[in-house]
């Protein structure tokens, strides 16, 4: 534990602009509160926001209802029976949900796991809590019946498993590949649109690794590949293919690649400058016109994306929309309309913005009341 905030405690020194900075239980069976939320016709996950407080004394996710408009309201929390680090995890994908919105997956950075709940209109309910297959685990993805996560601590590693039908965890063998270097210094890891694909981006070496995955979802050998921009961060796909990537060295950045079958990248736009400091997250909207990069500064950069994959600023400064005291990861809806950004002001809370035809957002307010080193956002 000492060795994982000591490596904690250096991340926040050299990402500092990206990270403004109960004892651990058994597994819950269930978690008696209700989430009022509501259930899409097609019997997908609840329209909600989730983020995890991260605490030391005991990690839980938090729970948004979202509104037809797109405003939310606190809907409770629900322990997910590990501990957080009650600091800056350094990194995007920290909580995710299924396709269909109704399993969500959350590390706990500070006892080594990952929780697994099942989301429903009525409660959330704690169904595992299994060892990550290393330490300090700060990213988790998830495509059909298989997770992956990426654990920070030590060499580093991404670790498969495969979901059981109670929604337990269950090792893949041969899934644990390994990083570039001990020095990699992870920040996501996340499926391609088709599962084929996992990518991990290193901010310690500038990397980007992509990793085949096979059809019982054993990764195989990885290629890497140098980022244009410095510091690659969070990264999100788009149609075709296309990866978006934000880049957090100054001045500040993003890039897009083209990620072919074999692994290879071919750069579509190379660091285009977003003029907002620290952009360290990042996502695509579902018919792949925009990305947005969440900067640690305090704003979101919003970029039209061409069919050829190629960015260009929505707004000259790239102040898309403004988010006083800071940022720490942003997240969008199921169905791309609104977008949700973690605020790390002196009392942390989420925002909401409506997604216009245009790319431009519109502010519909805050919401939360969180404690300090909460970090993670994901968004049905």
Known sequence: ?????????????????????????????????????????????PH???????????????????????????????????????AGLGSQGAVTLSNDGRLLFTVNAG???????????NELSLLSRTPSGGTLPISVTVSHNVVYVLNAGGTGNITGFAIGALGQLTPIAGSTKSL?????????????????????????????????????????????????????????????????VSEAAAPG????????????????????????????WAVVTADGRFGYTGNGSGSVSGF???????????????????????????????????LYALGTGSVPAIYAFRIQNDGGLEALGAVGTLPAGTRGLAAF
């Open 48 to 86: 909600a926001v989730y983020t995890i407080t991260n605490q030391i004394a005991g990690n839980a996710v938090a729970v948004f209802a979202r509104a037809a408009d797109g405003t939310l309201s606190a809907a409770g929390t629900f322990a997910t029976g590990g501990a957080g680090t009650g």
């Open 253 to 280: 950045s993003a890039s897009s690649y083209t990620l072919s079958r074999g692994g290879n990248a071919g750069v579509v736009s190379g660091a285009v400058l977003t003029h907002q400091g620290a952009p360290c």
């Open 180 to 244: 570039s270097s001990s020095s990699a210094n992870p920040a996501q890891v996340s499926f391609s649109a088709n599962g084929r694909q996992l990518v991990v981006a290193e901010k310690g070496t500038n990397l980007l690794d992509v990793y085949p995955v096979d059809g019982d979802g054993v990764a195989g050998d990885r290629t890497s590949f140098a980022s244009v921009g410095g510091t690659p961060f969070g990264f999100a796909f788009g149609l075709h293919n296309v990866l978006f």
């Open 1 to 45: 534990m000492t060795k994982q905030l000591a490596t904690l405690a250096f991340a926040a020194v050299v990402f500092a602009a990206c990270e403004p900075n109960r004892s651990v239980t058994a597994p819950q069976a269930s978690v008696d509160a209700a989430v009022s939320t509501t259930r899409d016709a097609a019997g997908e996950g």
């Open 304 to 338: 039209r994306i061409a069919p050829d994959g190629s960015l260009r600023l929505l707004d000259a400064n790239g102040a898309t929309a403004v988010v006083a005291g800071g940022l720490n990861d942003i997240a969008l809806s199921k169905n791309s309309r609104y």
């Open 111 to 121: 006892s080594n796991d990952v929780s697994v709940f099942r989301v429903a209109s």
